[in-house]
């Protein structure tokens, strides 16, 4: 492909997606992870979950909490697609038991969590979802730290545990290919 034909699927790649000629967009890309993407629309959600669950949250511009968010995703997407590559599953039993563990939490039975995860905007299997791609991810974590640590101590082992966390972080994103396609400070990628 000749480079102006390139770089015009490249700009049309780059550009939302326009629902009709009255030009409302559908989507965008907010970042790309290895081979996955990130939506925009997934970054604007979780921005809205992080400012209702978190009082550190109403401090931030829209901007930095839209850059947390996006860097939330990028750190789950990196530790689900590492997760996935060494064959970490989530069987359905163990995600049951963890869904009714938080509805316990909450001092609800099943169906009244749903129906209060419903009257908080949230849609019932995507929580689900997104609770087994946690199981992956503190599966994966807990692997790879506890391989990591070199102590008997229970304290110095707990802070050992969270050095080598970052650490661990650090190099998952190191050895990625991340994009952002949101405008972002050259502070980097937030490691949370």
Request: hydrophobic letters at 45%; proline letters at 4%; charged letters at 25%.
């Amino acid at each position: 492909m000749n480079k102006p034909t390139f770089a015009l699927v490249l700009a049309l790649l780059l550009q939302p997606v326009w629902a009709d000629k009255g030009g409302t967009a559908l989507d965008q890309i907010a970042a790309v992870v290895n081979s996955d993407v990130i939506m925009m629309s997934e970054a604007q959600k979780r921005a809205q979950i992080m400012r209702s669950s978190s009082k550190a949250a109403d401090s931030l511009s829209p901007q930095d909490l839209l850059k947390q968010a996006v860097d939330s995703l990028i750190l789950e997407n990196l530790q689900i697609q590492k997760a996935e590559a060494a064959g970490i599953q989530i069987d359905d039993v163990t995600l049951n038991k963890t869904v009714a563990g938080v509805a316990a939490q909450n001092k609800l039975s099943l169906p009244a969590f749903q129906q209060a995860l419903q009257q908080e905007g949230i849609d019932y299997a995507e929580f689900r979802e997104q609770t087994r791609r946690k199981l992956m991810a503190d599966t994966l974590r807990k692997r790879e730290v506890q391989s990591r640590v070199k102590t008997d101590d229970p304290q110095a082992a707990s802070a050992q545990a969270d050095e080598q966390y970052q650490a661990w972080l650090q190099e998952l994103r190191n050895d990625a290919y991340v994009e952002y396609r949101i405008p972002v400070a050259p502070s980097g990628l937030t490691l949370q």
